[in-house]
């Protein structure tokens, strides 16, 4: 069997004394879409953050493609096949769509490969070709660094919150592009804050609370664990008022 493109086990992060995952177990297996879920404040972007090498773990052991890479710097696993689009895009604004897609070619692939992979699964890209990245809409933003990152050819993408401030038929777009991407071959770890639109493309979903991974399984199993997650605030004040009476 292969191994997972991405395994923690009991890892731990922190900023500064301020303790924020608290021994995270999480595997994204090969050819898999994962799906990170849970309330704001969860931990999910931290887990992100560690994934890619943009924050260093304080304990715990991180594993991409079988091997330990606990420290390994965000180039490191860049070159190992990890790419993560954060938040907010990541593209270039001053730039042409074609420019930034030039840009990509430093990984050694050739500028007409870039642009085949890019305008064959985005057209509107082609349209959009000779424009300034940053006056384009969310959506095609968005399209333009899901493009930038598979001018990579990665063995794991990683996408923080990808329909943030977009319309939902925009996100459907994007999403059908997230199963294709997977389709072909890319693992995929996702946070997303509309639960059921990820959980329609995740092979696996985990629920994470309070810096804690607490199920992962698929879809259909966490169901009432992720309810609990979205609705815990409110649970527990509700036990806290009857605990009164």
């Not at 594993?63 to 270039?92: S, Y």
């Not at 072909?184 to 810096?211: F, K, N, S, W």
Request: overall charge negative; charged content about 20%.
């Amino acid at each position: 069997m292969d191994a997972p493109v991405l395994e923690m086990k009991d890892l731990h992060a922190a900023y500064g004394r301020i303790p924020v995952l608290f021994g995270v177990d999480l595997v994204v297996p090969a050819r898999s879409v994962v799906a990170l879920l849970g309330p704001n404040g969860a931990g999910k972007t931290t887990t992100l953050r560690v994934a890619c090498g943009q924050h260093v773990p304080t304990s715990g052991c991180l594993h991409v493609a079988g091997k330990h890479v606990n420290g390994a710097g965000a180039d490191d696993l860049a070159r190992a096949g990890v790419c993560t689009i954060p938040e907010g895009r990541g593209i270039f604004a001053n730039l042409t769509v074609d420019e930034n897609l030039t840009m990509m070619t430093y990984t050694g692939a050739s500028i007409a490969d870039v642009r085949e992979r890019a305008f064959g699964r985005f057209p509107r890209l082609f349209e959009r070709r000779e424009q300034l990245a940053g006056t384009m809409s969310g959506g095609e933003q968005q399209m333009l660094a899901l493009a930038r990152a598979l001018a990579t050819e990665p063995a794991l993408l990683l996408l923080d919150e990808i329909s943030m401030g977009l319309a939902p038929l925009i996100v459907a777009e994007l999403y059908e592009a997230v199963r294709n991407i997977a389709a072909d071959g890319v693992a995929i770890l996702l946070t997303e804050q509309y639960a059921r639109t990820a959980l329609e493309v995740a092979d696996y979903a985990a629920v994470m609370t309070q810096g804690r991974v607490r199920q992962m399984g698929e879809p259909a199993d966490i169901a009432s664990e992720l309810s609990g997650a979205y609705l815990g605030s409110h649970g527990e004040a509700k036990r806290s008022r009857g605990a009164k009476q």
